[in-house]
């Protein structure tokens, strides 16, 4: 039972390039999250996508795109990474917007 | 207000004590309400759901005061093993809009 798998695990980049995050779930659920977080900020929601077929800005959505390409798969986009950018990412999914999210184990992204 | 509001701790405990983290938050018509454990360099997980008359798991006591608007984890006989970050977590929305996560706050258990 993988539940919410996040690929790559590990990056770091150059200022100005560009990379997408990978998100899969398969548990079935409606809803999907992108999250960042660093340092003494908690959580903070990046993007997210209540069911198949949409998406919706969250707290922090400058500087990424994300795209739902089917119900189990959520991927977000770094168009023209920043050092800012530098943070761990969490995906996360729900069955829908009120119940319990479950998440991946995250991606460290360092930006140079 | 904010939205939904922890004290940061560090909560520094000895092995075996109680300890007790309050949750503010910010709309009295929130409906559902969680506790996440995150232990460091890692996801956040669910610990427990909180139910409007109480609920317990073991050694964990979650209370829901809805006229007070805030909720509280108790933990009893405090394990090494629950040195982590709690995460308080409210639907403030009624499920129209994402649940809205705490910062958390930090325990540290203590020999």
């Known amino acids: 039972n993988a539940g919410v798998t996040q690929t790559p695990k590990f990056q770091v980049l150059k200022t100005g390039q560009s990379m997408t995050l990978q998100c899969a779930q398969d548990m079935n659920h409606n809803s999907m999250y992108w999250y960042r977080q660093d340092p003494g900020m908690g959580l903070r929601l990046i993007y997210y996508?209540?069911?198949?077929?949409?998406?919706d800005k969250g707290e922090v959505p400058n500087g990424y795109n994300v795209s739902r390409l089917n119900k189990r798969e959520f991927s977000l986009r770094l168009e023209s990474a920043a050092p800012s950018q530098t943070s761990v990412y969490f995906c996360a999914s729900s069955d829908q917007g009120g119940q319990p999210q479950h998440f991946g184990d995250g991606t460290r992204l360092s930006i140079l | 207000r904010k939205e939904v509001e922890q004290d940061p701790g560090p909560f520094n405990v000895p092995e075996g004590a109680t300890v007790a983290f309050n949750c503010t938050y910010s709309?009295?018509?929130?409906?559902?309400f969680f506790w996440y454990r995150q232990d460091c360099r890692k996801e956040p997980k669910l610990l427990m759901s909180v139910y409007s008359s109480g609920n317990e798991d073991g050694r964990f006591t979650a209370q829901l005061n809805r006229a007070s608007q805030y909720i509280s984890l108790l933990i009893r006989d405090s394990k090494l093993s629950d040195s982590a970050t709690y995460l308080c977590?409210?639907?403030?929305?009624?499920?129209?809009?994402?649940?809205?996560f705490g910062k958390g706050t930090r325990l540290s258990v203590i020999a």
């Open positions: 996508s209540a069911s198949e077929g949409t998406t």
């Open positions: 977590v409210v639907d403030l929305n009624s499920g129209n809009t994402p649940l809205v």
């Open positions: 709309n009295s018509a929130s409906q559902s």
